[in-house]
């Protein structure tokens, strides 16, 4: 069965400081990778894909399929940052599978 | 992209009762979701909404309680019906135009049951 696991629900981390949001995924095949941001009473938007293989707002994530993992980094974590960040897996068109999230707090 | 709206964005209901939310998507897409995310929790699948024919619902969830239309490509409805208040919920709508294309969620639907 497809999972995905998020291990800290909550991560607290200075500004300025790198970053790192886990991401570990349970999938036979070759599944596509996202990453969700929530910010405070806003909808839930799309960070990025591991295919698009880009950074937005000075994130990057690398699928690492070894490992199974879609870790979310970012060197220098900034206040604007903070949100609840989703980790999802789509299984070749069957349908998405969401991680229980983790809540990322940037203090100042 | 796609915009995504949903109404009613909250309701207070009685248990017992039902309420009909409403997904309109302001272009076409394929392929339309229901979600549920309880308080604290991540979003779960409820059902893919099929245009013009049966839902398609994931294992714990029954068309006698949730049950979905999908008259056109761009609008669904999600009904919870004889509520209690462990429905309690916030409910997503959300809609991509690929089978493998990323998700576009509407603002939720933040539901209350007494």
């Known amino acids: 069965a497809q999972r995905v696991t998020q291990p800290e629900k909550l991560l607290s981390v200075f500004k300025g400081a790198p970053v790192e949001l886990k991401c570990n995924y349970s999938?036979?095949?070759?599944?596509?990778l996202f990453w969700y941001v929530q910010y405070s009473r806003q909808r839930l938007q799309l960070l990025l894909r591991?295919?698009s293989r880009e950074s937005i707002k000075g994130f990057t994530a690398d699928l690492n399929k070894g490992e199974t993992s879609f870790h979310l980094k970012k060197p220098f974590a900034q206040e604007e940052d903070s949100a609840m960040y989703y980790c999802?897996?789509?299984?070749?068109?069957?349908?998405?599978?969401f991680g229980p999230g983790t809540r990322l707090s940037v203090l100042p | 992209s796609a915009v995504i709206s949903q109404k009613p964005s909250r309701d207070i209901c009685q248990r017992g009762t039902s309420l009909t939310i409403q997904c309109q998507v302001d272009?076409?897409?394929?392929?339309m979701f229901w979600y549920r995310q309880q308080p604290g929790q991540s979003l779960t699948l409820i059902a893919t909404?099929?245009?013009?024919?049966?839902?398609?619902?994931e294992s714990g969830f029954v068309i006698d309680k949730f049950p979905i239309s999908r008259p056109n490509l761009t609008f669904s409805t999600l009904t919870v019906s004889n509520m209690s208040p462990e429905d309690s919920s916030i409910y997503l709508c959300?809609?991509?135009?690929?089978?493998?294309?990323?998700?576009?969620f509407g603002p939720g639907t933040r539901l209350t049951v007494l």
């Open positions: 999802a897996l789509n299984n070749y068109g069957q349908n998405f599978v």
């Open positions: 999938y036979s095949g070759s599944p596509e």
């Open positions: 591991h295919i």
């Open positions: 272009s076409q897409v394929t392929m």
């Open positions: 909404a099929n245009q013009g024919s049966e839902a398609t619902y």
């Open positions: 959300s809609g991509s135009a690929q089978v493998r294309n990323e998700q576009f």
